[in-house]
């Protein structure tokens, strides 16, 4: 690809990208002082509301070849303007209540061009400094907030060099494999004749202790990145076990003992189980207090994904729902969730920080032993100071202004759902308990007749209202006005049958009611104004007799 670009190619302008910063008419100074100043109104000027196709957008990062010419900075970012920025998401949005991002605190910004500019490594002392013990601080905070010890508690553990009470890590995929990979090398720990799973591997681990299979349970509502983690670990995905849940999406217990009888009659160990607080599809949360006590009678790991529910405990509110929480032997949290941080700040807390020994790894040139080096207990090596902006956020924010913002988006979307069940042609298909509910549309007439259809008729009628859904999402997507996510769930009042659903999260504190009213309307019409699919569903509803005539 040509460039008519005539930046000079030598050491001296070099030398200027890495120490001159760009004039403030440049374009790259006006994006700063806009982003500055104003940021949701840079955004909404900026990323295009109608929806571009993606294989059109594919074409204009079509170039294989590296560039060999430079460009000048503000050229290149007036492309990116054009190609990137336009068309990315506007996930900042209030409208933008499909997925669990949000609108993020305008301080954040300059705080993230400060970080990125001290470009610290966090992988060891001589690259971080006192980034090192502030992300241990950052842990401390958050393993209290979870486990609530005794301040001589964090006095003694905190920054100890041979312990850890947690890990930042990139997002929650990780932390659960950090998380399950603790559980898998202490259940394999090394004996007299085995020197340990990290050194001999898996399967001399299952034959020196004489068991068949290891196996995580976890219920059917379970994250993907728990089957990523089978895998990785080597357990074997078909070793995720997944457990029915009852009609609020909740882990079954009963199921849950008779799963780990099951395994254990095969010959299998139960390596651990995870409890979910805060499901991805429907915001439920596992009876974690039962769960706790199941681990505890088999002697498995207890581990809590509660990658989007954690921040609930900073309600004094409603942390009560995640009551059992404090029994786990490992936690996921992300702040990039409901803690109102960029992307890319997980975290797994330990609830004993002798727990890390399982994964302790050193190296001559970094994590030496007796280093304070934090790669010695976690998965990732390299790693940026993300927890420079969650100690900011929890500074400024504070717990109370925390609780402000997860009672209000709670309460939020428990205003919604009563705005849906007020509707003739919406149903709400799962309950908020936390800011996350689902729902769909169903013609007035159709929704009267199917609170007393029979499993048949269900089974016949779902298929077709299926279709009405996915063409109502995608529909409303590529408008740009707003967004929903959908997904498919098994819904006890539809005897199970797979059922495509809207699905919202309501944590973003700028969405208001008149919005969520806006997008019911959108919706509608575009659900009223989808012939075929309407004719093709009163035609079933007919046949198999829902309606007459």
Known sequence: MSNSSAADVSLDALYRIFTIPEAPDSTLGRIERHLSENLA????????????????????????EIPEQPTFVSEHTDELLNKLVAHSVHTASPRFIGHMT??????????????VGLNQNLVKIETSKAFT????????????LVYGEQEKFYQHWMHSAEHSLGAFCSGGTVANITALWVARNKLFAAQPGFAGVATEGLAAGLQHYG????????????????????????????????????????????ALRKGCQQIADEGGRVMALVGIAGTTETGHIDPLEKMADVAAEIGAHFHVDAAWGGATLLSSTH??????????????????????????????????????????HHAEYVIRRGSKDLGSHTMEGSRPGMAMLVYSALHVMGRRGY?????????????????????????????????????????????????NA???????????????????????????????????????????????????????????????????????????????????LYAEARDCGLLSG
Do not use: W
Not at 405 to 410: A, E, K, T
């Open 41 to 64: 109104g840079f955004l909404s000027d900026h990323i295009v509301a109608k929806e571009k196709p993606l294989h059109e957008i594919e074409e204009d990062f079509a170039d294989s």
């Open 102 to 115: 949000s609108a993020l605190p305008y301080f954040l910004l300059p705080l993230a061009k400060l970080m």
């Open 133 to 144: 013990p502030l992300e241990r601080q950052v842990l401390g905070m958050m393993h209290h």
């Open 211 to 254: 068991y068949k299979k290891a196996c995580v349970m976890v219920s059917e509502r379970g994250h993907y990145s728990l089957s990523k983690a089978a895998d990785v670990l080597g357990i074997g995905r078909a070793n995720l076990v997944a457990i029915a849940t009852d009609k609020n999406n909740r882990m079954d217990i009963e």
């Open 319 to 360: 942390r009560g729902l995640l009551q059992g929480i404090e029994r786990a032997d490992s936690v996921t949290i992300d702040a990039h969730k409901q803690m109102y941080v960029p992307m890319g700040a997980g975290m797994v807390l330990f609830r004993d920080p002798a727990l890390v020994h399982a994964i302790e």
């Open 403 to 451: 609780q402000l913002l997860i009672d209000q988006s709670i309460d939020k979307a428990q205003a919604f759902s009563a705005l849906i069940h007020q509707q003739p042609d919406f149903e709400v298909v799962t309950e908020p308990e936390l800011c996350l509910l689902t729902y769909r549309y169903v013609p007035a007439d159709i929704k009267e007749v199917l609170a």
């Open 454 to 536: 029979n499993e048949e008729q269900m089974n016949r009628i779902t298929p077709i209202l299926n279709q009405l859904t996915k063409h109502v999402q995608k529909s409303q997507r590529e408008s740009g006005n707003a967004f929903v996510s959908r997904t498919k769930l098994t819904p006890h009042q539809y005897f199970h049958q797979p059922s495509t659903v809207f699905r919202t999260v309501l944590a973003n504190p700028l969405t208001t009611m008149q919005m969520l009213s806006e997008i019911l309307e959108e919706q509608r019409e575009i659900g009223e104004n989808a012939p075929h699919t309407l004719h093709a």
